[in-house]
């Protein structure tokens, strides 16, 4: 199995930054590559980005892009969004989940990624 834990989710003010974390444990070797999903109230789950654990081919959703950065550190067994000009509508719970693929088939359909953390609650207010 493969755990993972995201931190760093809190209330931020629009235009600010935040920095989020997911830590991997267990069979992390089965995986290739790292992604970050969101869920808004009410909405589906939404692709924010991905990147494998060399750190190579980074994607993003165009509704971030130019404003997050997705990095990975396959020695700490980490990924980590850095998110800045924050907006009310990044308003969600922040998922981080693992893939067994690189690319993912679908790299932006939360099926494609077999292992996912609880959450973290990002809350952007205007």
């Known amino acids: 199995q493969v755990e993972l834990v995201e931190s760093g989710g809190e209330l931020v003010r629009a235009g600010g930054s935040l920095r989020l974390s997911c830590a991997a444990s267990g069979a992390v070797f089965t995986t290739k590559s790292m992604a970050w999903f969101r869920r808004a109230p009410g909405k589906e789950r939404e692709f924010v980005a991905t990147?494998?654990?060399?750190?190579?081919?980074?994607m993003y959703s165009d509704t971030v892009k130019g404003r997050f950065t997705i990095s990975s550190d396959k020695a700490k067994k980490t990924v980590v969004l850095i998110m800045n000009t924050l907006k009310p509508k990044d308003t969600a719970v922040y998922y981080c989940a693992a893939s067994t693929n690189y690319p993912s088939p679908e790299y932006n359909n939360w099926k494609s990624f077999y292992y996912w953390g609880q959450g973290t609650q990002v809350t952007v207010s205007s």
């Open positions: 990147i494998a654990w060399s750190g190579e081919s980074s």
